[in-house]
Structures are given as C-alpha cells and as structure tokens.
C-alpha cells in the first residue's frame, strides 16, 4: 500500500497598474517689500509656488507664468511703477517624491531672473527639463509635493526717487501652471505691495535698460508644409518686433533653455538647426551678430546709448535649405523657450 502525498504551489501574483494620477498647484507670498534706498531691495521669500498630488504621476514638460494684470500703482492712482523694475528668482526647490527624490533648480532648467512686462505673460518656468514624477512603491512614497519658492526684487535707481516717501503701489500679479498641451492646471492671483520710503544715500548713476517683445513674437513659428519647404528651407520674420531702450552701451545675448527641441511625444530636434538673427530699423545703428541656436549664451547684438529714445529690431528665424534633419523628423510640432538678457557693454 502506497501513500501518496500531492503538494499544490498556489502562486498569488499581484500586479499594480498605474495610471497617471492629478497633480494640483497652489501658491502663497509673503508680498510687502519696503524700499528705503537707492539700491532698491529684495524680499528673500515672496511667493511659493506648491505642486501635490497623490500616487503615480507624470507631467512633463510643465510651465509656470507671471502675469501683471494691471500696472503697479499708488493708493492714490497718481504713480506708477515700471513693470520691469520687478523680477522674480529662484531660491530654492524641495519636497517629496519617489523614488528620486524633487528635482533642483538647475534640473528644472528655471530662469535665474524674471523682469515683469507691462500686459505682457512670463515665464518663471518655460518648459520643464524635469518631469513632476512619483512612483511610489506598494504603500511608500505615495504622496508628492514639490514647493518652489521665490524671491521679488524692486531694481535700484534713480527714478526711486521720483515719488513722495511713503507712497505704496499695489501690483496684482496671477501666477498660472499648464501641463505641456497648454491645459491649466491652477491658477491664482496674488497682490504684491511696495512701499518707498526715506531714501537714504544719493541717486546712482547706474545703467537702466530694458527689452520688450511685441506680442506677435512671444510664440516665434516655423512651419514645413510641402516639399518646396523642405527643398528651400523656411523662415519667419517678425517687425520691429525687440524694443530696446538703455542709457549705457548695451549687449544682448540669448540662449535656449533646453537642450534641444522638443516634441509632446519626446522627440528632438538639434538647436542649431534653426538660424537666428536681429536686424536694427529705424535709424538703430546697432551691430548684430546672426547666429544658430544653442543652449549656450550667444552674443546676437551691441548698441550705443539710446538717447532716452526706443530703438527697434526685426526677429528672423530661418533654417538651411535640403536640411535633413527636418526631412526624416517625425511629424510634430517641437519647440524650445529662448531667454534673452541686456547688459552693459
């Protein structure tokens, strides 16, 4: 007589299927900022910006804008500051995220200074190099959060000195996150106030300048729409399209903030691929340097001082005919955020 034993293995797989779960954005400021010399001032804590979410998530590509919605004026509405005398820059980047933890500033590719543009949406973050991302594992890590704050500087100079001591001006400013189709993930509005005081010391005689784009050159296009394109390569012009203004010798250079251009789908294209160049109108005697495009800083123009006048530009992108980087790219639209800087010569 045999006894006969049978063993059965149950195996118990247990699979997790994640889908990309909501990330939600909201913000607060520590907004007053008291000026008491001509050096201006700087408030280290202005505005956090806060991105949470539970579970897995994915967003890439992810923006973050300033808005001003109306000017920075006086209680009484009888001054108003320059939108560009105010500028936003990042402090620091934390929070929780698995399995690798909130990316840095640097990864994130933000802009070390924003200047506030009078009617005008700028970009604290243009487009994200680095994803918000969770993976959590089983019940570990399952909660996000990624705070960026900021610092508000009111920029030095002598027109401080053009209002009545304690006069405070009230800028309403509304801070929007999109996802990489443009869809808004949140949005809120935030008042900022500036008071100046007692100025101590004398006016500087420093360098004031500034740039401006007219709206029609803040979204820059390029389109291949037939063989002919491709055979002859494409360009867009944009008129008087820069406006400068500065009371020293000025030079303005400019850089891409990603590596490469960038389709919602990942795919690239190289930066140098597109050709860029400024053309002085007007009686604009500046000399300008055409370039293609790079993420590192380029010269592209140097000017004289503007006479207390603006002085124009034409924008032109172009690409080289018969290129075939673009004739074997997937068909998309890619693109890339371009930063541009004046300083001193």
């Known amino acids: 007589m045999t006894n006969e034993k049978n063993f059965s293995l149950i195996v118990l797989l247990l699979w997790w299927i994640y889908s990309p779960g909501q990330v939600s954005y909201n913000s607060w400021t520590n ?7 001509y050096g201006g001032n700087t408030a280290p804590d202005a505005y956090t910006a806060n991105f949470s979410g539970n579970g897995y998530l994915n967003v890439p590509y992810w923006r973050l804008s300033a808005r001003l919605k109306q000017p920075a004026t006086s209680a009484d509405g009888n001054y108003t500051l320059p939108a560009n005398k105010i500028s936003f820059s990042p402090v620091s980047a934390s929070g929780n995220a698995s399995p690798n933890g909130v990316p840095t500033i640097s990864q994130i590719g933000m802009p070390l200074n924003v200047i506030m543009q009078e009617g005008q949406e700028v970009f604290l973050v243009p487009q994200s190099n680095a994803a918000l991302y969770n993976l959590p594992i089983l019940f570990f890590g399952y909660y996000y959060n990624l705070q960026l704050k900021y610092s508000v500087t009111l920029a030095g100079g002598s027109y401080l000195g053009n209002y009545p001591a304690w006069t405070t001006f009230s800028a309403p400013i509304q801070f929007t996150a999109y996802d990489r189709y443009n869809n808004v993930i949140g949005r809120m509005d935030h008042l900022f106030q500036f008071q100046i005081g007692l100025l ?6 420093s360098p004031e300048m ?4 007219s709206a029609a050159a803040m979204n820059g296009l390029l389109e291949f729409n037939s063989t002919t394109d491709y055979n002859n390569g494409v ?3 944009y008129a008087s399209a820069l406006t400068v203004r500065s009371n020293t010798n000025y030079q303005i250079k400019m850089r891409s903030l990603q590596n490469t251009f960038n389709s919602a789908a990942g795919n690239t294209l190289p ?6 160049a400024l ?3 007007n009686g604009n005697n500046a000399t300008v340097y055409p370039i293609s495009l790079s993420s ?4 592209v123009a140097r000017g004289s001082y503007t006479q207390g006048s603006n002085v124009y530009f034409d924008i032109n992108y172009s690409t080289n005919a018969n290129d075939q980087r673009f004739v074997s790219a997937k068909a998309a639209d ?12």
């Open 200 to 205: 101590s010391g004398t006016p500087p005689d």
């Open 31 to 37: 907004g007053y900022l008291s000026i008491s010399s």
């Open 279 to 281: 053309v002085p109108v």
């Open 235 to 237: 360009s867009a012009s």
């Open 271 to 276: 930066l140098d691929a597109v050709k860029f």
């Open 334 to 345: 890619y693109s890339t955020t371009l930063q541009f800087e004046i300083i001193p010569q």
């Open 210 to 213: 500034s740039l401006k784009f």
């Open 296 to 299: 590192l800083s380029q010269l």
